[in-house]
């Protein structure tokens, strides 16, 4: 996150351990002092990483498999090696790139039978954390959620509420790891202003079954937003592979 070594932050633990700001449990964990878990800062976002993950999806997109020049990607994005390095091992995690041993970053060409995987495993995941957060959702939130799902505008917001306030700790460890990419891609899609309003109508269908406590409706609803999202790909890799 910080783009540093391991040294440094085992450091900063263990004057914060000793200052008494932090704890550890009998499990091993950090929380903070009172045993609270902090929650995460921020990314600390660098300039050229949006640059980068752009590069490495458009060549995703286009079904190449080639393999990054380190060297070369810093000079163009602007990057040190060891920061370039750091951020191409977070890429690898969240699955778009493969790191192979002596030979550096190969790209992993993004098709759209990856796309349908992905939604499929999603829609399951996402239903599951709906009904286990079922009691625990933030009504008021919800209902700002959806004041901001206008024809013009999307608020994506509710979809990580539920998956916070399940509790489901693999879940959420799903969307942070994979989550990213995707929500690259769908961005990338650049969806046309009827598609963004489909969208909209679709999130304010699913808050306003949750809000009248319709659960059922709620899920229904959920499940077509995520289906109709494999269209809007579909559409964009066609364009691309043209």
């Known amino acids: 996150r910080y783009g540093v070594s391991l040294t440094p932050v085992r450091r900063a633990v263990s004057s914060l351990l000793a200052e ?26 660098r300039p050229w990483e949006a640059a980068l993950r752009r590069e490495v999806l458009e060549r995703a997109l286009r079904g190449r498999d080639d393999f990054l020049r380190e060297e070369a990607l810093a000079q163009r994005v602007g990057a040190g090696r060891t920061a ?3 951020s191409l091992a977070r890429l690898a995690t969240g699955g778009w790139l493969e790191h192979v041993p002596r030979r ?25 954390a709906l009904e286990q957060a079922s009691g625990r959702l933030d009504r008021a939130l919800l209902e700002e959620i959806r004041a901001g799902n206008d024809p013009s505008h999307l608020d994506n917001r509710l979809h990580a509420h539920w998956v916070e306030r399940s509790g489901n700790r693999f ?3 799903f969307f942070a790891r994979s989550g990213p990419l995707f929500d690259t891609l769908f961005d990338y899609a650049a969806p046309e202003a009827d598609q963004v ?3 909209a109508a679709q999130h304010r269908a699913i808050v306003d079954a949750l809000l009248a406590g319709d659960r059922e409706g709620a899920s229904s609803a959920l499940s077509e937003h995520i289906r109709a999202q494999e269209g ?8 691309l592979r043209g």
Not at 20 to 45: F, H, K
Not at 104 to 111: M, S
Not at 115 to 124: G, H, S, T
Not at 232 to 239: C, K, M, P, T
Request: charged content about 25%; proline content about 9%; aromatic content about 2%.
């Open 171 to 173: 879940v959420a460890e």
């Open 104 to 128: 550096g970053w190969r790209v992993r060409p993004l098709r759209r039978g990856d796309v349908a995987d992905y939604l499929a495993v999603r829609e399951r995941l996402e239903l599951l």
């Open 232 to 239: 809007i790909v579909a559409a964009l890799l066609a364009r």
């Open 197 to 199: 309003a489909a969208m």
């Open 84 to 86: 370039l390095r750091a």
């Open 20 to 45: 008494g700001v932090l704890e550890r449990t009998a499990e091993g964990r950090l929380v903070a002092a009172g045993g609270v878990s902090p929650a995460p800062p921020p990314d600390i976002p």
